[in-house]
């Protein structure tokens, strides 16, 4: 099993729908964990950080669920600008694991 | 700031050749990250400095591959021989802490022939 493990897509979603998607990790001891996004030949960026609560960032929430390991990100109203590749990010004991990454392409 | 600079943006070789990527990290910051981009394999980290020591260079993949860091404001990544297997985007990355944000430089494209 992947350390890291992500859906690839692609994701086609309609404008303004709700969409999720998740990215499970292997090792029950990780620590942190966030969401990266790369635009098609861009540099990843950083997206937001994952909190063991659960944390919202305008129309982005994550969601961390240490008893079944994994993570979740869910874009409401989405954007055609929302469009990228989602990558996950796991740390533990000074390891940093991305993941392959998700495609999200929003139609018009 | 003007963020992680890297270069070349674009290198293209043929194999055999020795190949030299550069990254200067945004000032003050400890950690310095060097990744490999593929479709195949994704993003994957090769090594990683904390105050220009390494700390992480179990994702280097063989003995052709060798990581630098002379001082707190340049680093490189040496690929020697270059083979066509290495062909892939090259990011350097820089953070305050190994949990902080990581900002990436815009990354070196490689192509060996």
């Known amino acids: 099993r992947k350390e890291v493990e992500q859906d690839p897509g692609p994701f086609n979603v309609p404008e303004g729908a709700t969409v999720a998607f998740n990215c499970t990790y292997s090792?029950?001891?990780?620590?942190?964990f966030f969401w990266y996004r790369q635009d098609c030949r861009k540099e990843p960026k950083l997206l937001m950080s994952?909190?063991?609560s659960g944390n919202e960032d305008g129309r982005f929430t994550a969601q961390l669920n240490r008893a079944s390991q994994y993570i979740s990100l869910l874009i409401r109203d989405s954007k055609l600008s929302d469009s990228a590749t989602y990558l996950c990010?796991?740390?533990?004991?000074?390891?940093?694991?991305f993941g392959t990454g998700t495609r999200l392409t929003i139609i018009p | 700031d003007a963020g992680v600079i890297q270069s070349p943006r674009h290198e293209v070789t043929e194999m055999g050749q020795e190949v030299t990527l550069r990254c200067k990290p945004i000032?003050?910051?400890?950690?310095l990250f060097w990744y490999r981009q593929t479709m195949m394999r994704g993003l994957e980290l090769l090594i990683y400095?904390?105050?220009?020591?390494?700390?992480?260079d179990s994702g280097m993949p063989e003995d052709r591959f060798s990581a630098k860091m002379p001082n707190a404001s340049f680093s490189t990544l040496k690929i020697q021989p270059s083979e066509p297997r290495d062909s892939a985007v090259y990011f350097c990355?820089?953070?305050?802490?190994?949990?902080?944000?990581?900002?990436f430089g815009p990354g070196t494209r490689l192509t060996v022939l």
């Open positions: 990010v796991v740390y533990q004991n000074e390891k940093l694991t």
């Open positions: 090792n029950s001891a990780s620590q942190s």
């Open positions: 994952v909190y063991s």
């Open positions: 000032s003050g910051h400890d950690y």
């Open positions: 400095f904390n105050n220009n020591v390494p700390i992480d």
């Open positions: 990355a820089s953070a305050w802490q190994i949990t902080d944000t990581q900002y």
